[in-house]
């Protein structure tokens, strides 16, 4: 991976200002991993922008760490996120028992993508004629 990403990110971009090179569950890098790409990160080129996405922070090296910025992010409360799905619903025209959404905000513990496969979950089982929601 780190061979092909540094070939690509030689290139400047033919349309947009940057190239954004997304490295999801980056705590999953091994240590080799990352010190392929230590030049890189250190000296990248003004078009290359990189973004580490983790839960485990203190899983990527010190080297890579020291070099980027931390912008940690927050669950969502549960009235935001309740206020939330019912607006997705109604704009989705998916029809929604009262009590739902508190159960499925709970089960998604105040993380938006879990709260959302929590509900599309419940929606297939309830359209597949299962009530055991």
Not at 42 to 52: D, G, K, L
Not at 97 to 117: I, M, N, T
Request: with cysteine; proline share 9%; aromatic share 6%.
């Amino acid at each position: 991976m780190p061979a092909s990403l540094r070939e690509r990110a030689a290139f400047a971009p033919a349309r947009d200002r940057y190239k954004i090179f997304i490295l999801d569950e980056a705590h999953m890098v091994t240590p080799q991993g990352f010190n392929a790409l230590l030049k890189l990160v250190e000296e990248p080129p003004p078009h290359i922008r990189f973004i580490f996405a983790t839960t485990e922070p203190d899983k990527v090296i010190g080297t890579i760490r020291s070099r980027t910025h931390h912008y940690p992010f927050r669950l969502v409360p549960p009235p935001v996120l309740g206020d939330y799905l019912g607006h997705l619903c109604e704009a989705e025209s998916v029809q929604v028992e009262s009590g739902v959404l508190p159960l499925v905000v709970r089960a998604g513990g105040g993380s938006v993508r879990d709260s959302l496969s929590v509900l599309d979950q419940a929606h297939r089982r309830v359209r597949c004629g299962r009530r055991d929601v």
